[in-house]
Structures are given as structure tokens and as C-alpha cells.
């Protein structure tokens, strides 16, 4: 792992030179934020307090006098209250979210709660007055809000909203092609002009002009009909050999037969053959080529996803009865996957295999030395297999885009593939004369491939691919042409993503925090090569989207203090970004909310330093030892010591709350977090609660020596991955915090889902080594602190058992100091307002009480 620290450095005194504030302003300038929420200036010269050891720290960032003033208004401002900070979260003035651009790009188009429901009411503004937004009307929402667009090269546009589809004539005209009916997805545009779509188990193709639809191919699961069926056993050979009148029906049939394949084979009026599938399996894919002579289909033995016990009880219901409701399955209970791919040629109606044989590493044993391991445990042996692996099409819950790509002139196609076990994962052309693979790009990975960072696909103009890879530590944007090697537009220690390819191929847009692990911002680079250029400088978490004629860019970006508003910026234009929204309220705005540190704590594991952001309360006696509290993020690959609005804004408020109350507080994103390159994500593999435990200790070696805490004094709580690392700071770690809290925890990985813990820990019946040494419940002896478990009835992510379980354990363990509460309505993430003010209730009566 390489370090950030001399990229860190650099970026801080650029940002200091900036002399920008914290406040939001209509530019693109800001500050990195500092500690102080008082309206005295802290003593950055003085070595006795904490605040400024902090400053003085290493890649840490220090106040100006921008922040100075800014936070000076709000000090003024009364108590942060668990009250407020636990309300319905509109109190903070419902941002905007769901940017995007209207059909035609005229509009830029953002969603708002509505003050007095749960449900999003749908804004527009005008590029040209941006900044002038009013509510889209229902009657033509269709024209700002669309499920799936796509353009040809004409200026024509089909888009798909609810249950119709529509389309855009290069004369503003539009005609709603469909309203209800056979429901419509996967637009495109044939090379031909007409429009494409699924629909059903086939696939049409519309022409625009005149309405007519054509089917283009058809698939079904089932046995394939036939005119006559052989006999199946002695006596039917008997029969049909010896009754006329069998036989006479038997030679009608195939006579009808014949003469309906004559007439398909020379009358258009008559639909293409369908093509016939094992009865067994399901659909996983298809996507049709542009020029319609191909098509590719991915498909999948049908096999249940869930067992029947496979169910959660919901307690309060309207009748007062007890629901039971179906949930995920276990990934003590996988079972690999494999999909079949097939190339089908809708010109002579043959159906080919396209199989894996081709892929470099597709019979690969890569986990042949953990299998031995395992295997050495129980006193066995293990022999290397090299049968071919499970590979299916790549997919993720973080990622949409399809896994099969035609390039736009029907003669290329990608597919993107996976193997099962997580460890590679391939982009793939076809070659459709040898009906075979050819692998274009391997991307393995000894722990797990990550699932993000897959955005592949084709270039405009020419056949060239574009696809992000995390083969250099970091994630980065590549081209490739089909059998030449792959060309690198970006590099360095730092994340890319959000690619967006320019409509005439010149140029890449992306985010990256090449600045500073923290601060996400838009760039974009020449697909030929060359200067990354950066096209917004605000100095915390920007998303974009490109305008569809590329000349504009919509901004969401939000600050530590800030929570997102909206910003225009013309792309050519070296003119700063504009804010165009300005939601927060002022109830917010005037509490004295705390703006922590974003410091680089010395790793004593790694030569990468730890980010975090630390808390200091404004006043307190240089002399008297402080309280801290240490938050630990959930999703574990989750980055959270950034410089932008977090996730976690209701924690944001509660450590403010707690800052003001006296108390320090750490934030880290320990080893498994993102935004930092491969090897940060992959320490825990095999060995989750581990290194983090690790980096939270040296956290909190470094709160002692640089933040005048009391080692004595430190408690810590998080929720989901959080509230595992609790548990496993508790129980292997019992002298590192004298207090605990651990909210919708996970307690045993082998009830966790499948795609999440496999990556990490392989599958339990494969590696049992690293479920036991990565489970809570395993280690419960070792509690010896005050601990709190808070847990939610309803969650259908980490299951209520998994509580259920682990305070079983602690009671047979005969464990006394330990609480736990139950919140029978809520789910993994708390909705009622009520629930989250107990919940937190708890945590601050546990830290009052223990610190």
C-alpha cells in the first residue's frame, strides 16, 4: 500500500491557500473544514492543547478565519438537543436529490420530500434561469422524469415512463407510441432506425415512421413441439406400426408441419421460430444486436432463491395478528450459480453455446490453498480440482449497467462475466463466425473482485472499449481495441468513477478524489491520453450529471456542515460552478454544529496513514483529562472520514451534541473502508473485526497522546458494521473502551447474506476457518464492559436472530453487564422518530453513565 501522506500535504496547503469558508456561497470555492464551533479564534501557537496538536498533526487541516466567522454566528445559538437531532429529518430542509436532465436537456430535473408526506414531489428549472425552480407539472411529468432513454443519431429520442413509451421527434413533436398493454424496456435504436424493445419473451422491433412492428426473435422455456413424437416404449411402436388410423394422423401432422415451415420460410407474414430452452432453467439476460441478425442469452437452472423457513415474524400488524414475512436466504446456505450463454443467429435460427473454455482461469483451483487449510484443520487432506468454476454475467446492487454490450453498428458485442467465487472477473468479446469467447480483459483478485467499479462498454464512433479495472491498486479508466492491449487514461493513488463518455468520443468525464482522499471532484481526460483536467474545485463530495448535448454540467455537492445543494457549471467554461438551490433551513444552520478535523493517524499495521475526523469540544481546561467516543461507520466498505455531507448525518449531529457537551470524538475509516485502493479494502479478508480492531486502537493511542483524552474514559458505538466492530472490540479488545454500543449488529457471518459476506469470507461450507475467527459470537467470553445491543425487529438485512442468538450466548456465558432493546416496527435503517430518540437515548445514558 503506498501512501497518501505527500498528496495529502499538497493538497492542504493549496486548500489553505484558498482562504475560503465553510458557508455555502454561489461559487465553487470552500475551505476543508476545521474543529472550532466557538467565535474565538482557537490558539493554533500554543503546544498545551489539544486543538492545536491537532492542527500541528501531520496531513491534518487547520482553520482560516473564514471558518472563523462562519461558525461564530451559530455558537450563539442554544443546545444541541437528542430531541431535535432525532426528528423527522426534514427539520434540515429536505435537499435536493435525484438530479438528473429533462428528455430533451432543456430542464434540470431534482426531487424534494414533501414537507408533510413521506412521498418526493418532482422540481424543474430551466437552464436557462437555473436557479428558478417550480414544481413539474403531473400532466407532463413524463417530459422531465423517464425510467430509460435512448437518442439516435438523428436527434430522435424514445424514453420509457410508467406504463408508456414515448418519442421525441427532432421537431419537438411527441407521440406516445404505447400506453399500457405488453410493457416495454430495454430501448434501443437499430442500425436501421427502428426502435428495439423487449416485450415479453421477445423481442420487437418498431418503425417509427409508420408503426409497423416486426418480431425479431422469441424465446421459450419448454420442450421444443414437435409434429409427431417417437414412440416411447414397445408396445407404442406396436401400435403405430399396426393401426392405419395412427398412422394417418401421424403423417397429417408432419405434412402440416412441412407445409407451415414452407410458408414461414417464404412469407414474412409468419413470426420467426422460437427458440427453444431447457424447461428447467430461466432467463438471467438477452440483448439483441443492433443490426438484429444476433442475439445473446444468458440463462440459469431455476432453482429457488429462498427456503420456506426462510421468514421473519413482523409483530405489530393491523389485525393484531403475528406476519410472517419471507426474507433472503443465509450464505450458509449457497449454492453456486452458473449461467449458460448462447449466441442465437435469428438469420438461420441456429443456437450455439458459448462456453467458458476460452477465459484464462476459467478451471483455475483459486481456492485450493484455503481449502487446505480447512482441510489440514480437520485432520484431512486436500487434492486440487480442476474442474471448470462457476461463471455467471456480472451483476451487483451497485451497479446497473447491462453485462452484455453491442456496440452501435451490430458488429461488436461485450459481455461482462464473474466468476461465483468472487475472484475474477473478465470482459469478453464474440466472435460470431466461431461461435466461441475471446477474452479481452482479465481482472483477478487472490481476495475478492470489488463490486463496484464495472462501468464498461463501447465507444460512438469506433470499436473500442472503455472499462474501469482495479488491477493497479485503484480503481481507473481504461480503452482497449479488441485484441490490442488496454490503454490507461488515468493513474495514481486515487479512486476514479462515474464515467461518462462524450457523444463524439473526445473525452471521459469522472469523479476522483485525486486531491485528497476526502474530497471527490469532476474531471475529465481525452480518451487519446494525456492531462487530467479538473472541472469543479469544492472541496468535498461532488456528484455530476452531463447534459445531453455535453456542454453542462448539474452538480449535487455537499459540505461536512452542509448537507447537498445543487450547482450548474458550463464544461468549457473556466468560469466556477453556481450554486442554483438553497434548501437548508435556517433552524439548522443556526446550531452550533461541531466541523471536525480530517487527520491521518499513523498506522502501526500499514505504511498508509488511518483518516478520520476528529472532534474537539471548544473549551475545556488543557489540564483536565477529556471523555472521547469513537464512531465506527457501517457497510465496512463504506467511506465516512470525508469531507462532505455524510450518510451518517444523524451521528454527525450526535457527536456534535456530544463535542458540545465536553466529549472528543473519533470517526475512522479503518481498514476495509473505501476511497483508499485495493489492499485497504482487502485487509479484512478472511479475517473481518481484525485490523479494524487494530486501527481503532491505534486511534485511540493517538487520542491519548495528541487530544489530552483519558485512556480510561473512551466509549464507542456504530451500527450494522459498526456495531460488529463494536462486539469485537468488546470482547477481543476489552481494554481499549470502558463503554459499548452496538445497533443492528451482526453477530454470527454465516446468517449474513450471500453477495456481501462471500466476497469477503468465501462461503462457510468452503472456509469455516475465517467465519470462526470473524464472528462476535464466538469471542462473547471476552466481554467485560458495560455493553449496550440495540436492535430492530423488522430488519430484513441483519436479522433480528442474529441478536437473538448472541444474548442467548451472553446468558449461558452468565455475562451481567450487558442491555439490550428492541424496536419492534423498524427495519435496518430506523423510520420512526421515536425509535431513533430511544435508541440514542440509550447510547448517551450508557456514555454518561460509563465515561
Not at 346 to 374: I, R
Not at 800 to 828: G, M, N
Request: proline residues 5%.
Amino acid at each position: 500500500m503506498q501512501k497518501f501522506s505527500s498528496l495529502v500535504l499538497a493538497s492542504s496547503i493549496t486548500l489553505l491557500l484558498s482562504g475560503c469558508a465553510t458557508t455555502d456561497s454561489t461559487t465553487d470555492s470552500s475551505t476543508v473544514p476545521n474543529t472550532s464551533s466557538s467565535s474565538s479564534k482557537t490558539d493554533t501557537t500554543s503546544s498545551n492543547t489539544a486543538q492545536s496538536r491537532v492542527n500541528n498533526s501531520a496531513n491534518s487541516y487547520t482553520p482560516t478565519p473564514d471558518v472563523e466567522k462562519s461558525t461564530a454566528a451559530y455558537s450563539q445559538n442554544g443546545e444541541i438537543t437528542l430531541k431535535q437531532i432525532m426528528a423527522d429529518p426534514k427539520w434540515l430542509g429536505r435537499a435536493p436529490s435525484r438530479m438528473r436532465w429533462s428528455v430533451d436537456g432543456s430542464h434540470i430535473v431534482y426531487e424534494r420530500k414533501q414537507i408533510n408526506g413521506d412521498l418526493n414531489d418532482v422540481y424543474i428549472a430551466s437552464i436557462d434561469t437555473p436557479s428558478k425552480s417550480t414544481h413539474a407539472p403531473l400532466a407532463q411529468l413524463q417530459r422531465y422524469k423517464y425510467d430509460e432513454k435512448v437518442t439516435r443519431d438523428d436527434g430522435v429520442i424514445a424514453y420509457r415512463f410508467k406504463d408508456s413509451v414515448y418519442v421525441q421527434f427532432t421537431n419537438d413533436e411527441i407521440v406516445q407510441l404505447t400506453r399500457g398493454g405488453s410493457f416495454l424496456s430495454s430501448l434501443s435504436f437499430m442500425t436501421d432506425g427502428r426502435l428495439m424493445a423487449l416485450s415479453g419473451s421477445s423481442a420487437i422491433a418498431i418503425n417509427l415512421s409508420n408503426g409497423s412492428r416486426e418480431e425479431l426473435v422469441s424465446w421459450s422455456f419448454s420442450d421444443e413441439p414437435e409434429a409427431v413424437a417417437p414412440a416411447k416404449d414397445y408396445i407404442a411402436e406396436e401400435q403405430q406400426s399396426l393401426i392405419q388410423y395412427i398412422a394417418k394422423k401421424r403423417h397429417a401432422s408432419e405434412s402440416k408441419a412441412k407445409a407451415d415451415d414452407e410458408l414461414a420460410a417464404n412469407n414474412t407474414s409468419v413470426a420467426p421460430d422460437t427458440f427453444y430452452f431447457d424447461k428447467t432453467h430461466k432467463l438471467v439476460g438477452v440483448s439483441v444486436s443492433p443490426k438484429g441478425d444476433y442475439a445473446i442469452i444468458a440463462t440459469t437452472p431455476d432453482k429457488p432463491t429462498r427456503d420456506d423457513s426462510d421468514i421473519m415474524p413482523h409483530y405489530i400488524q393491523e389485525d393484531s395478528r403475528i406476519a410472517s414475512k419471507p426474507v433472503r436466504r443465509k450464505v450458509a446456505d449457497a449454492e453456486p450459480i452458473n449461467h449458460h450463454l448462447w449466441l442465437l443467429n435469428l438469420s438461420n435460427g441456429e443456437k450455439s453455446p458459448l462456453n467458458y473454455f476460452s477465459l484464462p482461469g476459467y478451471n483455475d483451483d483459486v481456492l485450493a490453498d484455503v481449502k487446505t487449510e480447512n482441510a489440514k484443520a480437520k485432520g484431512e487432506t486436500y487434492d486440487v480440482n480442476r474442474l471448470p468454476r462457476a461463471i455467471t454475467l456480472l451483476s451487483s446492487w451497485n451497479w446497473q449497467q447491462p453485462s452484455i454490450s453491442w456496440h452501435k453498428d451490430g458488429e461488436q458485442v461485450a459481455v461482462m462475466l464473474e466468476a461465483w467465487d468472487n475472484k475474477d472477473r473478465w470482459i469478453a468479446t464474440v466472435d460470431t463466425g466461431k461461435q466461441r469467447l475471446v477474452n479481452q480483459h482479465r481482472l483477478h483478485d487472490d481476495a475478492w473482485v470489488n463490486y463496484r467499479f464495472n462501468s464498461f462498454g463501447w465507444f460512438n464512433n469506433s470499436e473500442t472499449l472503455y472499462y474501469q479495472s482495479e488491477h493497479s491498486g485503484y480503481s481507473h479508466l481504461y480503452t482497449q481495441v479488441p485484441g490490442q492491449a488496454p490503454k490507461a487514461l488515468t493513474k495514481g493513488t486515487y479512486i476514479t468513477d462515474s464515467p461518462t463518455l462524450s457523444k463524439d468520443d473526445m473525452w471521459m468525464y469522472f469523479t476522483a478524489n485525486s486531491k485528497h482522499p476526502g474530497i471527490f471532484e469532476v474531471y475529465r481526460v481525452k480518451t487519446t491520453g494525456g492531462e487530467v483536467e479538473a472541472l469543479t474545485d469544492l472541496n468535498g463530495l461532488t456528484e455530476y450529471e452531463l447534459s445531453p448535448d455535453n456542454t453542462t454540467l448539474v452538480l449535487s455537492h455537499g459540505k461536512v456542515t452542509r448537507p447537498p445543494e445543487l450547482y450548474v457549471k458550463a464544461v468549457d467554461s473556466k468560469e466556477a460552478a453556481t450554486k442554483i438551490t438553497d434548501t437548508v433551513s435556517e433552524a439548522f444552520t443556526a446550531m452550533p454544529w461541531a466541523v471536525p478535523n480530517v487527520v491521518a493517524i499513523p498506522s502501526s499495521h500499514t505504511d498508509a496513514p488511518i483518516y478520520a475526523r476528529v472532534y474537539l469540544p471548544k473549551d475545556y481546561q488543557a489540564d483536565k483529562p477529556l471523555k472521547a467516543v469513537v464512531f465506527n461507520h457501517g457497510a465496512g466498505y463504506l467511506q465516512n472520514a470525508h469531507l462532505g455531507w455524510s450518510l451518517y448525518f444523524r451521528e454527525y449531529m450526535f457527536n456534535s451534541m456530544l463535542v458540545q457537551q465536553g466529549y472528543v470524538v473519533l470517526d475512522m475509516d479503518y481498514r476495509a473502508s473505501a476511497g483508499y485502493g485495493r489492499d485497504w479494502r482487502t485487509a479484512i479478508y478472511r479475517n473481518m473485526g481484525t485490523p479494524e480492531v487494530q486501527d481503532l486502537r491505534d486511534g485511540v493511542n493517538w487520542l491519548v497522546e495528541n487530544a489530552n483524552v483519558d485512556r480510561n474514559r473512551i466509549g464507542t458505538y456504530g451500527g450494522s458494521y459498526g456495531g460488529f466492530l463494536t462486539f469485537m472490540s468488546m470482547f477481543n479488545a476489552p481494554d481499549l473502551f470502558a463503554a459499548g454500543a452496538a445497533l443492528r449488529p451482526v453477530t454470527d457471518w454465516a446468517h449474513y447474506n450471500i453477495g456481501y459476506t462471500s466476497n469477503i469470507l468465501n462461503t462457510p461450507d468452503v472456509d469455516p476457518i475465517a467465519y470462526e475467527r470473524s464472528s462476535p459470537i464466538y469471542f462473547a467470553e471476552g466481554l467485560e464492559k458495560p455493553l449496550l445491543i440495540n436492535a430492530p425487529m423488522v430488519d430484513d438485512n441483519v436479522f433480528f436472530h442474529d441478536t437473538v442468538r448472541l444474548v442467548q450466548r451472553l446468558i449461558e456465558l452468565e455475562k451481567e453487564d450487558f442491555e439490550t432493546a428492541i424496536y419492534p416496527v423498524e427495519p435496518h435503517g430506523f423510520v420512526q422518530p421515536s425509535s431513533w430518540l430511544d435508541e440514542y437515548r440509550r447510547i448517551y445514558k450508557l456514555f454518561e453513565e460509563n465515561l
